[in-house]
T-cell receptor, first 117, second 112 residues
Framework: DTGVSQNPRHKITKRGQNVTFRCDPI?????LYWYRQTLGQGPEFLTY????????KSRLLSDRFSAERPKGSFSTLEIQRTEQGDSAMYLC???????????????FGPGTRLTVL | SQQGEEDPQALSIQEGENATMNCSYK?????LQWYRQNSGRGLVHLIL?????REKHSGRLRVTLDTSKKSSSLLITASRAADTASYFC????????????FGKGTKLSVIP
């Protein structure tokens, strides 16, 4: 399977614990995005990487959230001191630059569903 | 970035019927994308239509774009039970940001 993969698919944790999610993008894609989606809502943008550089961060990304993309390949999203409000589906997407500029098609992974008890 | 607003919020049709859902946005765009999401899954890209295009087809999907009305529509012809999903539009304005901003989507139910 050459699509975007995410691990784990499900995570249940207790409030106050730290969690880390991993995203493996499509191999030739240099852009990687993290989104968060709660029930009944569309995905909300969290952050964006071009290669290993984190170029854009949403105001939603509090200081308890940190994302990395070492070597411009896979990415991790860590949430420290989780809160019940962090319960959501965390989606990763990747893309590569369209010829001629403009946004490019983002290909999404299956998501990691986080439940904070 | 700007958010698209999908309408209706929910749509229920019989298998074989056509389904039409609409998207409105507020400012000028570079392009607009439609995505599908099956329950509990990630989003699947359906179509990207550029601002200089008026209509685009892909299989049973037809997307139209009216930049004067700042709206787009997605038509699914001869619907199938497998088309049951939420559909999201993502208008893209550019201006140095690559994030997509999604609305709440249209939840389509196709009854066999």
């Amino acid at each position: 399977d050459t699509g975007v993969s995410q691990n784990p698919r499900h995570k249940i944790t207790k409030r106050g614990q730290n969690v880390t999610f991993r995203c493996d993008p499509i191999s030739e894609h240099n852009r990687l995005y993290w989104y968060r989606q709660t029930l009944g809502q569309g995905p909300e943008f969290l952050t964006y990487f071009q290669n290993e550089a984190q170029l854009e961060k949403s105001r939603l990304l509090s200081d308890r959230f940190s994302a990395e993309r070492p070597k411009g390949s896979f990415s991790t999203l860590e949430i420290q001191r989780t809160e019940q409000g962090d319960s959501a589906m965390y989606l990763c997407a990747s893309s590569s630059r369209l010829a001629g500029g403009g946004t490019d098609t983002q290909y999404f992974g299956p998501g990691t569903r986080l439940t904070v008890l | 970035s700007q958010q698209g607003e999908e309408d209706p919020q929910a749509l229920s049709i019989q298998e074989g019927e056509n389904a039409t859902m609409n998207c409105s946005y507020k400012t000028s765009i570079n392009n607009l994308q439609w995505y599908r999401q099956n329950s509990g899954r990630g989003l699947v890209h359906l179509i990207l239509i550029r601002s200089n295009e008026r209509e685009k087809h892909s299989g049973r999907l037809r997307v139209t774009l009216d930049t004067s009305k700042k709206s787009s529509s997605l038509l699914i012809t001869a619907s199938r039970a497998a088309d049951t999903a939420s559909y999201f539009c993502a208008p893209y304005s550019g201006a140095g940001s690559y994030q997509l901003t999604f609305g709440k989507g249209t939840k389509l139910s196709v009854i066999p």
